[in-house]
C-alpha cells in the first residue's frame, strides 16, 4: 500500500516534471551571450596623434567632411571625394561617422544637438587655444578618455575608422570653412 | 473624448517639433488619421480570434497562468515576470508559445505576425491597468532587471554605443538626425505599455523587443535574437521605467 502511494507520487512528480521540461522547452529563448561577448569594447584607448596627421590638402579634408557628413557607402549623398572607398576590402558597405545625428557644423543637414555645435570650431576652440589638434583626434579616437561616461561615439578602439581616417576628420573639423 | 485627448496631446507634442523633424505635415495628418482608428486595431482583433482557437482564449490563458479571469488583466500588467511553472522571467509572447505547445500545437516563432497580433491581443486585456511590474518581487526578476541594466548600459558594436547614449535623461529631447530622442518611461512614449505597436514607417504591428532591434541595427550594435535571456531583461528594466503609466494597446508610432 504504503509503496503504491509512493509510486503513485513519484509518477506523479516526474509527469509535472516532463510538462514543466516540455512546455519550457517550447519557449524560444536563443543565446545571446556570444554575440554580445563580441560585441563589448575593450577598455579605454590612449592615443598619440600619428606624424603629419593634420593636412591641409583639400582632397584629405574632403574626405574628413565627406566621412563627417555621411553614414554609409550605400546611402551616401552628395560629391565622392577621391581615394575614398564605397566598400570595405570585404566587399562590405562601408561606413561613415553620422557625425551630423549629433553635431551640428557648416553645411550640416539635419544636424543633430546631442553633441556641441562644432560650427566656427576653429575660431572658437582652436585660434583660442582651447583645443589642440591631439586634444581633438583623441576625442573622435576614443573620447572616454576625456569623459568616462561620453554619449559620443567611439571611432578608433571599435576598428570603424583607421588612423588616417580620424586625421582626415580632425582635419576638417579644425579647418577653416569657407 | 479620451480619444480626443489623446489627440490633443499627440498635435501639441508634434507641433512643439516644428519644421525641422521629419514628420511632414502629411505625415501628421496621416498621424491624426491614424490615431482616430489605428490600423493595428485589425490585428489586434484578428489575435483575440487566434488566442481563442489556439489558447482557449482568455479563460485559456488565465487558467494557464493560475489567475482568475477576474484579476488576469492586473496580472499581465505585470509582464514580463517570474512564472513559476515555466522556470524563469519570460515575457508574454513566451507564455503564449508555452500555452500553445500544452495545447499540443507548434508555437508561432516570436518574429512571426501571428505571434505579434496573438500577443497584442493577450496584453490588450490589460488596457487601462497602470504597468505594475515588480523588478524587486524574487530573486530571478532581480537578476533579470540586473542584467537588462547591464544590458542598455554597457557601450558596443561598430560605434561604441549604448541604449544609454540615446535614452539617458540628460539627453532625452536632443535631437539626433531630425529625430528628437524620446524618454521611454514617460507617459508619451510609455514604451512599458505601448508596444506591440503599429510602426507608421514600416506599416505593421511590431513587438518592443523588434523596436530594440531597430535601435541595434541602427546604431551598429550587434542585434541580439528575440526571446534571448537578454532580450527579456532589457523588455523588463524598459517596462519598469514607466510603472504606473497605464497600458494602451496597440500604440502607434512614427
Known amino acids: 500500500?504504503?509503496?503504491?502511494?509512493?509510486?503513485?507520487?513519484?509518477?506523479?512528480?516526474?509527469?509535472?516534471?516532463?510538462?514543466?521540461?516540455?512546455?519550457?522547452?517550447?519557449?524560444?529563448?536563443?543565446?545571446?551571450?556570444?554575440?554580445?561577448?563580441?560585441?563589448?569594447?575593450?577598455?579605454?584607448?590612449?592615443?598619440?596623434?600619428?606624424?603629419?596627421?593634420?593636412?591641409?590638402?583639400?582632397?584629405?579634408?574632403?574626405?574628413?567632411?565627406?566621412?563627417?557628413?555621411?553614414?554609409?557607402?550605400?546611402?551616401?549623398?552628395?560629391?565622392?571625394?577621391?581615394?575614398?572607398?564605397?566598400?570595405?576590402?570585404?566587399?562590405?558597405?562601408?561606413?561613415?561617422?553620422?557625425?551630423?545625428?549629433?553635431?551640428?557644423?557648416?553645411?550640416?543637414?539635419?544636424?543633430?544637438?546631442?553633441?556641441?555645435?562644432?560650427?566656427?570650431?576653429?575660431?572658437?576652440f582652436m585660434d583660442t587655444n582651447t583645443r589642440d589638434n591631439a586634444w581633438v583626434y583623441q576625442k573622435i579616437a576614443d573620447p572616454?578618455?576625456?569623459?568616462?561616461?561620453?554619449?559620443?561615439?567611439?571611432?578608433?578602439?571599435?576598428?570603424?575608422?583607421?588612423e588616417t581616417e580620424i586625421c582626415e576628420m580632425t582635419s576638417y573639423i579644425v579647418s577653416e570653412k569657407k | 473624448m479620451k480619444k480626443t485627448l489623446i489627440l490633443l496631446a499627440a498635435s501639441a507634442a508634434l507641433a512643439f517639433g516644428g519644421e525641422q523633424f521629419s514628420m511632414s505635415d502629411a505625415d501628421r495628418a496621416m498621424y491624426a488619421e491614424m490615431l482616430e482608428s489605428n490600423p493595428a486595431e485589425m490585428f489586434v482583433a484578428g489575435g483575440a480570434d487566434l488566442l481563442e482557437e489556439h489558447c482557449g482564449g482568455d479563460a485559456g490563458l488565465a487558467k494557464?497562468?493560475?489567475?482568475?479571469?477576474?484579476?488576469?488583466?492586473?496580472?499581465?500588467a505585470g509582464f514580463p515576470r517570474?512564472?513559476?511553472?515555466?522556470?524563469?522571467v519570460v515575457a508574454l509572447d513566451q507564455v503564449l508559445q508555452a500555452l500553445m505547445a500544452q495545447n499540443k500545437q507548434k508555437p508561432f516563432a516570436l518574429k512571426s505576425a501571428e505571434m505579434f497580433a496573438m500577443s497584442a491581443y493577450a496584453k490588450s486585456i490589460a488596457n487601462d491597468v497602470e504597468i505594475n511590474i515588480d523588478v524587486t518581487a524574487n530573486a530571478p526578476m532581480k537578476k533579470a532587471y540586473a542584467l537588462g541594466?547591464?544590458?542598455?548600459?554597457?557601450?558596443?558594436?561598430?560605434?561604441?554605443?549604448?541604449?544609454?547614449?540615446?535614452?539617458?535623461?540628460?539627453?532625452?529631447?536632443?535631437?539626433?538626425?531630425?529625430?528628437?530622442?524620446?524618454?521611454?518611461?514617460?507617459?508619451?512614449?510609455?514604451?512599458?505599455?505601448?508596444?506591440?505597436?503599429?510602426?507608421?514607417?514600416?506599416?505593421?504591428?511590431?513587438?518592443?523587443q523588434k523596436r530594440f532591434q531597430g535601435c541595434m541595427q541602427n546604431a551598429l550594435l550587434a542585434v541580439i535574437p528575440?526571446?534571448?535571456?537578454?532580450?527579456?531583461?532589457?523588455?523588463?528594466?524598459i517596462t519598469n521605467l514607466g510603472k504606473g503609466n497605464a497600458i494602451a494597446i496597440p500604440g502607434l508610432k512614427r
Open chain 1, 1 to 124: 500500500m504504503n509503496k503504491i502511494l509512493t509510486l503513485a507520487i513519484t509518477a506523479a512528480a516526474v509527469l509535472t516534471n516532463t510538462f514543466a521540461a516540455d512546455v519550457r522547452s517550447a519557449i524560444e529563448s536563443p543565446d545571446a551571450k556570444k554575440i554580445l561577448k563580441k560585441d563589448y569594447l575593450g577598455p579605454a584607448k590612449k592615443y598619440t596623434m600619428p606624424a603629419g596627421c593634420i593636412s591641409n590638402d583639400p582632397d584629405a579634408i574632403a574626405r574628413g567632411k565627406f566621412i563627417f557628413h555621411n553614414l554609409n557607402g550605400g546611402a551616401a549623398e552628395g560629391h565622392f571625394p577621391k581615394g575614398l572607398a564605397k566598400k570595405l576590402p570585404n566587399g562590405e558597405v562601408k561606413q561613415y561617422g553620422n557625425c551630423v545625428a549629433c553635431h551640428n557644423i557648416e553645411d550640416a543637414q539635419g544636424g543633430g544637438n546631442i553633441g556641441p555645435d562644432l560650427t566656427n570650431y576653429k575660431a572658437y
Open chain 2, 149 to 208: 541594466k547591464e544590458v542598455y548600459e554597457t557601450k558596443r558594436g561598430g560605434r561604441g554605443l549604448a541604449c544609454l547614449s540615446c535614452h539617458s535623461s540628460d539627453v532625452i529631447g536632443s535631437i539626433l538626425r531630425t529625430q528628437p530622442l524620446p524618454d521611454l518611461g514617460d507617459a508619451e512614449s510609455n514604451s512599458g505599455g505601448t508596444w506591440p505597436a503599429y510602426r507608421m514607417t514600416k506599416s505593421s504591428l511590431t513587438t518592443i
Open chain 2, 226 to 237: 528575440l526571446g534571448s535571456e537578454e532580450m527579456v531583461a532589457l523588455e523588463v528594466y
Open chain 1, 144 to 162: 572616454r578618455i576625456d569623459n568616462e561616461n561620453t554619449h559620443m561615439t567611439i571611432n578608433l578602439t571599435t576598428g570603424l575608422f583607421t
Open chain 2, 64 to 76: 494557464f497562468l493560475d489567475v482568475s479571469e477576474e484579476k488576469l488583466p492586473e496580472y499581465i
Open chain 2, 82 to 88: 517570474y512564472v513559476k511553472k515555466l522556470e524563469g
